[in-house]
């Protein structure tokens, strides 16, 4: 298979207007959805598109270029306004859509934009079907135009954010509901700033909401899961039970315990996991899937619960393709995208928060002590910057700095190398019990990086 060019790990990505994230790209992404689901269907009829986005001012331009792409290939679009990503995907499957598309740029500042696509069953297009897309807009020629008749056209339909409010509330058993527990909400002046305070107040809970007013330039600004600072504060000025600060498409979340102390990702797989073990819905034996990032730490406390960890690249899309593949129902990140799948084809950080919240009322604990039982593992990311990417297996010196490391962590520590999808960088991740051990290790091993890539 072939190198894209403009895809990455999560769709197509940059500065808004400026090459690849313009007005003319995004047409021609639009034709080319449009023409690949025509002609994969395996109907002679119409494509039908669901479109959504989130509040960032270049989301306009480009919802505009996309549909019109799509209505130039004879498809059929539905705008949806803001609308989290995961609601995008849930919102393709219910109306039957060929395809769903978000213009998001995710957790990045506002001047990023871009648009991920997924097919429509609600997931995530797999390379070979990026690859695709990318030679058609890269040769537009190889779609044939339409005209007349069988042009298509574009509506805009607001009350389909209803369709994704009650089908993330059916997540949350009906035993129990929300009713006495005060949390913060941080929206990150994203996607999530309509739906989010609604799903949360309509099962009964006190919510402080903040980042809750976008106004197309401050999304993600000092706020959400990147900035969680003032929902900390505002956790312990409150005397909230939680906080829970989203990103600006509303798919991944940092939870906050009543302390004002950050919980990841991997603490929240963690106790998931074993709300879902105690639930029946897993059993022992049973797969969890991380990425090369997960912690060591989430690792030892799932096999102390029965449970075993499969790790695979980084990306959640990467994630919900083994889910799919292998059978298993729960992955994420650290970073906090986590995927349920017997609710959701893709990240859903509101589906999380109430899974977490589901923990509160069966368990009957603050969310501070139900993680207490996960030791995560000290960890140190670094990045060098390189003059060549060669391949590790290809660099003695390298590859016997890490085998002696690895020795002398016997099982109780790790090393992951990688190079940046985007820039010349050597991302070093070494983890391990003691801080200082890791801390030494990572700095003798940015040394042997710099001599052998440098």
Known sequence: MGKRKLFGTDGIRGKANIYPMTCEVAMALGRAVTYYFKKTSGKNKQPLIVLGKDTRLSCYMLELAFSSGVCSQGGRVVLTGPLPTPGVAFVTGSMRADAGVMISASHNQYEDN????????????????????????????????????????????????????????????????????????????????????????????????????????????????????????????????????????????????????????????????????????????DTVVGTVMTNLGLEKYLESIGLKLHRTQVGDRYIMEYLKESGAILGGEPSGHLIFKNYATTGDGILAALIVMECLKRYKKPIGQLVDDIKLYPQILKNVKIEKKIPFEEVPGLQNAVKTIESNFAGKGRVLLRYSGTEYLCRIMVEGEDFQEVEKVCEALVKVVKRELV
């Open 114 to 285: 871009g648009i991920k696509i997924f097919d429509g069953e609600g997931y995530k297009l797999p390379d070979s079907v990026e690859l695709e897309l990318e030679q058609m807009i890269l040769n537009p020629e190889l779609i044939p135009a339409v005209a007349g008749s069988e042009l298509g056209r574009a509506t805009r339909l607001d009350e389909v954010i209803g369709r994704y409010i009650v089908q993330v509330k059916n997540t949350f058993p009906q035993v129990y509901n929300l009713s006495g527990t005060r949390m913060v909400l941080d929206c990150a002046n994203g996607a999530s700033y309509k739906v989010g305070p609604m799903i949360f107040e309509e099962l009964g809970a006190e919510v402080i909401c903040i980042g809750d007013n976008p106004n197309g330039q401050n999304i993600n600004e000092n706020c959400g899961s990147l900035y969680p600072e003032t929902c900390q504060e505002k956790v312990v000025e409150y005397r909230a039970d939680l906080g829970i600060c989203l990103d600006g498409d509303a798919d991944r979340l940092i939870v906050i315990d009543q302390n004002g102390k950050i919980i990841d990702g991997d603490m929240i797989i963690g106790i998931s996991a074993k709300l879902m073990l105690d639930k029946g819905e897993i059993k022992k034996g």
